[in-house]
């Protein structure tokens, strides 16, 4: 008898089931998936991706493929590319999971957390943020806030001709963050702690090779050297506050009450899992704001008309103050053309260009189907620049927040739906404080108009943004 029939269906039973397997991990099976290509094997299109920056990436495939969901891999993971104000509905509504690159959370967190879902990492961290950002801690914030821009405007910016905004902004915006919630003034230690959140930020959306001397190594060095500073004055606190006996913190101090936050069993936090949410506030706070800053002066130095308005609703909240007297809440709400121009200029430079999510069950969106296991991404930039809703789109018009403003889902700054920012009253407070000590104090002139921006994860002026300072005679 021979063995050639039975060797061949077995040959041919192996070369099935293998197929089959290949059809499910790669997502080829009667499905109709989004289209697009997933590059190379386990690298994707994270090289293209990095190379070209979020905006210029998304428009190549949007071309190539569909402009309303196309699917790619990056970050060692098949996405799905949502476009256009459907594509953040749908986003925003049905796909409310959180994910960040793995590689990224290997640098903000410690390595027995980096594997959590996030989503459970995501519920802590409100409750966490939701106490530092409650509306009587934000009231208290403003006084505090205008006092460290007046000290930093007269240390940083007072006495000279020229001075590079992005990085004075990256200073000011993280020495306030710091100053908020996590309290230590120790100059020395604030300033080393700045240091190692630069290599933290841009490790975050380097090419994920942790070998010695790329950009994503040192950014996991960085990270963890912020955490034993962190987890070092937690504990600081922690022993403070047991021999004081303290239950009940005031509302100034961020970090007393944060010790008091419990999880769902009434367990304190421990000093570990604290550093880890203090890093990832403090990396959402300072680079976001900071960024939003210097390209609202960006703005305002390239155009004088909208400087002039801003200068005249501004001045005339100084004017009603008494020498050396801060800020108040009450002073912000009166800031609604700042505010305006703010808006307009986070519309077409949004600091955070989108956000990702973990499809936890397949889903349909625009005749294709979404398999469980993707990621998905949404993007600011899809609806900012489109002039179906934005009518001559690269015009800066502040007058489009007037009235009702954009139709919802085009205009998202700050997300939407339940993952929208919740530091979004925290940011729009610290911008107008500043952009107030700025204009009330000097007229802008930009230096250089071709100042290069690059995309990756925020827009960074090139050049950092120079520019000529000039002090007003009043
Ligand atoms: C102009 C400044 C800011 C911008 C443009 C901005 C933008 C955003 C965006 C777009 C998201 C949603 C990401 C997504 O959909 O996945 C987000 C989430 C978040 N932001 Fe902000 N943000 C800013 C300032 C802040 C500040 C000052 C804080 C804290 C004090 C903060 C804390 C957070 C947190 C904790 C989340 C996560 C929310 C969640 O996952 O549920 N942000 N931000």
């Known amino acids: 008898m021979t063995l050639f029939p039975y060797i061949f269906a077995l040959l041919l039973i192996l070369s099935i089931s293998v197929f089959l397997v290949w059809m499910k991990q790669s997502g080829h099976t009667n499905m109709k998936v989004p289209p697009g290509s997933c590059g190379w094997p386990v ?7 990095v ?23 990056i970050f060692g ?6 476009c256009g104000a459907q594509g953040n509905k749908f986003v925003f ?17 410690s390595p027995e957390f980096s594997h959590t879902p996030l989503d459970e990492t995501s519920a802590a961290m409100h409750r966490f943020v939701h106490e530092i950002l409650k509306p009587e801690a934000l009231k208290n914030y403003v006084p505090v806030m205008d006092a460290m821009a007046r000290e930093h405007v007269e240390s940083d910016w007072d006495g000279n001709e020229v001075v590079k905004v992005h990085p004075l902004s990256k200073k000011y915006t993280f020495e306030l963050a710091y100053r908020l919630f996590v309290k230590e003034i120790d100059v020395e230690q604030v300033t080393r702690i700045f240091k190692h959140f630069a290599l933290v930020t841009s490790g975050m959306f380097s090419v994920p090779i942790n070998l010695p001397g790329t950009a994503y190594s040192r950014g996991v060095k960085g990270g963890k050297l912020i955490r034993e500073e962190l987890v070092k004055i937690i504990k600081k606190w922690r022993q403070e506050m047991m021999e004081k006996n303290e239950t009940s913190p005031s509302y100034t101090d961020s970090l007393s009450r944060m010790l008091l936050v419990t999880d769902e069993n009434g367990k304190f936090m421990s000093e570990k899992e604290m550093s880890n949410y203090i890093i990832a506030l403090l990396i959402g706070s300072y680079e976001s704001t900071s960024t939003a800053v210097s390209f609202v002066l960006k703005y305002l130095a390239e155009l004088p008309h909208i400087y002039d308005e801003v200068y005249k609703e501004l001045m005339e909240i100084a004017k009603s103050k008494r020498e050396g007297e801060l800020l108040t809440w009450e002073d912000i709400q009166k800031m609604r053309y700042s505010w305006n121009v703010v ?13 990702f999510r973990e499809v936890v069950s397949d889903v349909s969106f625009s005749g294709f189907t979404i398999p469980k296991g993707y990621k998905a991404s949404w993007t600011a930039y899809t609806t900012h620049k489109d002039p179906e809703y934005f009518p001559d789109p690269e015009k800066f018009d502040p007058s489009r927040y007037e009235g009702n403003g954009p139709a919802i889902y085009t205009y998202v700054p700050f997300g939407g739906g339940a993952r929208m920012c919740c530091g979004k009253e925290y940011a729009r407070l610290e911008v107008l404080v500043f952009i107030y000590n700025i204009v009330t104090r000097f007229r802008l002139e930009i230096i250089n108009p071709q100042d290069k921006i690059v995309f990756h994860s925020f827009p960074i002026p090139m050049e950092g943004l120079p520019l000529r300072i000039i002090r007003h005679n009043i």
């Open 343 to 355: 808006c307009e200029s986070l519309r077409l430079m949004p600091p955070v260009q989108g956000g």
């Open 77 to 82: 993971q098949k996405m799905a590319v949502f």
């Open 93 to 109: 509504t049905k796909l409310i999971t959180s994910w960040w690159p793995v590689t990224v959370k290997k640098i903000l967190f």
């Open 43 to 49: 690298v994707g299109e994270s090289f293209r991706y």
């Open 51 to 73: 190379s070209l920056g979020t905006q210029h990436f998304i428009s190549e495939k949007r071309k190539k493929y569909s402009t309303d969901v196309f699917k790619t891999s």
